[in-house]
């Protein structure tokens, strides 16, 4: 409901007011609540969450993905998240927060709601609230001045009992200097990196240990469907050489097509406009003629724009940047595409209201002249003409298939050499049909003794005939021996790999004196240092993320951890080095981290407070409307 004015709201107050409410809700309902609702979607201490509300606030939070999405939600993605629980879980959260303010008492003056419109400058004429433009803006919403005051009121009562919690989230010098430390202190590495690859040699290899790991992992070694396929082909390039375009053709698609060759003439303009119904065009006329009297007089445009414009470019002074032909509705249009550079026009009426236009630039036409253009215009033409003949062709040969009775008959009938294949897979299709995907597409589809379609691909159009196929089956071992025993020996040598690594590590756990530089060097490895990193820098080169979540739980006490630490297919053992204290000199950092600490707090406070009245209430929920 509040969505337009929060877009334009800039006063501290209400930019405050939305924060601390996007923060604790992702949705809102219209107005105030029905006690009477009969189709409640849920009820919240006997308060009834309408249907209604519901309903709006899961086409807004559908309307938002589908933003980040470009338009379109992947299928399935909604089931996905169980969308409609999350929307009435956060409705739920909202009753239970509202009547917990009431509750504590928490109240939201008449007053108050006064100022917070008045402080919107959506309903401000030159920084003054203005009680027309209040009402016409509502009712350009479709929101009547009770039903948006309601909802204001419950926003702003939401928004005090956010601050009411977050005044007991203190944090204390101590407990941020503490904090402050133990987050951005930093910390450094010796380790060792033990890989597979160096361990190849080490590993045995025997007809036995083939054969039994070859038991274990024989699906792994399913071979892929083939197919046997014979295909009539209709290729566009076997068309081309065959046809002519006339000049007039490619003089009348160059002609009908401009826009294909360069850029068309575009114009920037600055406009204003004044919404108009049947009732009010005349009062409305009378308006302009005044603004247009002064925009001629030599006032400053995109200064009227922003006093007197009715729609969103009047806060960019009426700009509506570069636009061509056919973007704008005609009048305006016409009107812009007759003026000079500078020149004001007089009042141009739309279906959307009068119109006073300022041409601002003209970006001069630049197009290829038909000497540079015909060239492609005849190969495109020549490839449209060459798509249709080969469609009249391979329609009228399926017609003929059909009627034959199969393709093999039909080749037969009419003298038609077909192309055929050996067995092929999918992955590794014969050299013919390497750039036809749809085609081995539909291949794989097919059934043994199946005919296709007419399939259509950029190449042209095919017609096939599935002569046999070899499903998926289990090889036997010496058709794969050699891929078998190359994944034996990577599988043999990880694990001596992993092995090595924990006995090391063990060995440098047990003994207390066992020195760490010396013991990966009598294993052949490199000692690596790492950099510095802290629990809010937690990035050091050549160090895996995991190995980082380690080191943070190392000090001079406990130097080595648990466990070996398997990350990118190697093994990682490291051993705490040093340890640097963040200095105290840092005053911005702190102050930043403060802030972060106390959000932190608050929104532990939220939860808590939620999760207390969630369980302490009677909460009931209508499932017939989550299915």
């Not at 108050?112 to 509502?138: C, P, S």
């Not at 989230?169 to 910390?187: C, G, H, I, M």
Request: include cysteine; glycine fraction near 6%; charged fraction near 30%.
């Amino acid at each position: 409901m509040l969505d337009l004015l929060r877009r334009k709201a800039q006063s501290p107050y209400l930019q405050a007011t939305v924060l601390v409410i996007i923060v604790v809700f992702v949705f809102w309902g219209v107005g105030g609540k029905n006690k009477g609702a009969l189709n409640a979607v849920a009820t919240v201490n006997g308060e009834p969450i309408t249907l209604q509300e519901f309903d709006q606030a899961f086409q807004r939070t559908m309307d938002n993905l589908r933003a980040q999405f470009g338009g379109s939600l992947p299928k399935g993605f909604v089931e996905s998240l169980n969308l409609k629980k999350q929307v009435v879980h956060e409705l739920i959260q909202k009753s239970l927060l509202q009547q917990g303010g009431q509750e504590m008492g928490i109240y939201v003056s008449s007053n108050e709601i006064q100022n917070a419109i008045k402080e919107m400058t959506v309903f401000q004429n030159n920084g003054v609230f203005d009680v027309t433009r209040y009402r016409e803006v509502l009712k350009g919403s479709r929101l009547t001045p009770t039903k948006f005051e309601a909802g204001l009121q419950s926003d702003l009562l939401l928004t005090k009992v956010g601050s009411g919690l977050a005044s007991f989230a203190l944090v204390t010098p101590k407990e941020l200097d503490d904090r402050f430390r133990f987050d951005n202190s930093e910390t450094r590495l010796d380790y060792a990196v033990f890989k597979p690859e160096n361990y190849t040699g080490k590993v045995s290899v025997s007809d036995e240990l083939l054969a039994q790991y070859f038991e274990k992992n024989k699906e792994k070694y399913m071979t892929q469907p083939q197919a046997k396929i014979k295909y009539l082909s209709f290729l566009l390039k076997d068309q081309m050489d065959k046809i002519t375009v006339p000049a007039e053709e490619i003089e009348n698609y160059y002609k009908s097509h401009q826009e294909e060759f360069g850029q068309l003439e575009k114009r920037r303009a600055l406009h204003i406009i004044l919404k108009t119904t049947e009732q009010d065009k005349q009062t409305r006329r009378a308006e302009i003629e005044k603004i247009l009297a002064k925009a001629k007089a030599g006032e400053d445009f995109a200064a009227l724009a922003r006093q007197y414009s009715e729609d969103g470019s009047a806060t960019q002074g009426g700009d509506l940047g570069f636009f061509g032909r056919g973007q704008m509705v005609k009048p305006f249009e016409d009107a812009a595409f007759g003026l000079q550079k500078g020149e004001i026009s007089d009042i141009v009426e739309t279906q959307f209201g009068f119109h006073i236009i300022k041409l601002e630039d003209i970006q001069p036409a630049n197009i290829t002249p038909l000497t540079g253009a015909k060239s492609s215009i005849e190969s495109k033409l020549k490839k449209q003409q060459a798509l249709n003949n080969a469609f009249e062709k391979a329609n009228e040969a399926y017609e003929k298939i059909i009627f034959a009775g199969s393709l093999a008959k039909y080749a037969e009938n009419f003298k038609v050499t077909l192309s055929q294949t050996d067995f092929f897979t999918q992955a590794a299709p014969p050299a013919a049909l390497a750039n036809e995907p749809t085609v081995l597409d539909t291949a794989f589809s097919l059934k043994k003794g199946e005919l296709s379609s007419i399939i259509d691909s950029p190449e042209g159009y095919t017609i096939l005939f599935v002569e046999d196929r070899k499903e998926p089956a289990i090889p036997a071992l010496a058709e794969v021996k050699e891929q078998v025993e190359k994944d034996f020996i990577t599988a043999e040598a990880k694990t001596l790999s992993q092995k090595d690594a924990e006995e090391t590590l063990a060995a440098l756990r047990d003994g207390e004196n066992l020195d760490f530089s010396q013991k990966i060097q009598e294993k052949g490895l490199t000692v690596h240092a790492s950099e510095y990193f802290s629990r809010t820098k937690r990035t050091s080169k050549d160090l895996p993320q995991d190995v980082i979540a380690v080191g943070l739980t190392l000090n001079a006490d406990s130097p080595y951890p648990d466990k070996i630490i398997a990350a990118d297919n190697v093994f990682y053992i490291c051993r705490f080095k040093d340890k640097k204290d963040v200095g105290d000199n840092d005053e911005q950092a702190r102050k930043v981290f403060e802030a972060q600490l106390a959000a932190e707090k608050k929104k532990e406070l939220m939860d808590a407070w939620i999760d207390y009245l969630t369980k302490s209430g009677k909460i009931t929920i209508n499932e017939k409307y989550l299915n």
